[in-house]
């Protein structure tokens, strides 16, 4: 089976991805509900082929984004819920919970997979629960140990909640044990981002043609991207942000990829002259963002993805929160973790000042994410769940490390 998708680099030319040979079990819901869960989890919808189900709760959707990363990952259109977008946290749980159990009444699946942390993963757990149907976390385990995070809830809801728990590495099976989770039903698989990043990283004639497009040229610019509410909701917090990714202007181009949310906030906070310092680009599709980041002397975010994608692409970054749950990241020297505020510029110019070597080096630093096998492991445990293959030995799941993108 083969999927073609929309290149985002290069429109026009497909980019082809092929399934594995391995039937896939049949009738499994996926749900999901924001763009980097649609990113995440392309490699396994693509793996699970014709027997997907994606379901899509409109947390994050709309066609210039969520819509734009389905045509470019090549994934099926989904089954659209009502969008909750824009509402509380309460809300969002509760009408994607009431709009699921009725999707899973009329067409009850032989499993439910959801990943990560989001509101519409605790929906689908929680759905998935109600109706006695086997659930699937894709990257369980993670935790940040801080309890004012609301997707911290979340993570330690829904692993509690799985039947099987799809760890990325060794640390986040560590956690799930910790909180004394059966080890029988925790597989460390990797992480589907492996997969993701090197399937839509666009080639090296199309970056460059990227680049240029941009006036750019390779380990001469900072690419960041901030959004989570911690740092935009807060004025003083964004204030402090923009005012050190403005600094760093100076010396190089700082290029932002500007939510809408993110501006709006900025422009209330009345921080439009910081921003004008800086080189404000639309949002983007998912490879465009992984070549700019490919080439980028660093990247400064508050992702949770971006801290797994370079490692993959082996460039340095500055993650501006107060807390990770991905110390991997740090630990293997990609990453350095800071709060808004002076030290996110001193944290930059360190990384600067370094230049090539540092980039080298990192180069040659395996990812600890995994072996760019995680969906086929998944879809080993899926079959095995759901009684379509013997059980697989959850240390047979263990993902070694892979060297940095090309």
Known sequence: MRYVAVCSVSPGVPCVFTAPTRPAPAGVAVVLGT?????KMAPLVRALGAEARVIHTGQHYDDSL???FLAELGLPEPTLLAGVGGQTRAVQISVALAQLDAEFAARPPRAVVVQGDTNAALSGALAANARGIPLVHVEAGLRSHDRAMPEEHNRVLIDQLSDVLCAATEDNRANLLAE???AGRIAVTGNTVVEAVRDTLPSDAERAALLAGHGLTPDSYVLATVHRPENTDDPAALRAVLTELAALAERLPVLVPLHPRTRARAEAAGLDGLLAALTLLPPIGYGEFLA?????ALLVSDSGGVQEEVTVLGRPLVVVRRSTERPEAV???FAELVEPGPEVGRAARRVLDEGRAGLHRLAATPSPFGDARASRHIVELLAALVGES????????TASPVPAAA
């Open 180 to 182: 004394s989770i059966p």
């Open 331 to 333: 630990a293997a020297g």
């Open 35 to 39: 763009r980097p869960e649609l990113v």
């Open 390 to 397: 013997s059980t697989p030995d959850p240390a047979a799941g």
């Open 292 to 296: 700019l980041a490919r080439h980028a």
């Open 66 to 68: 969520s819509g734009r």
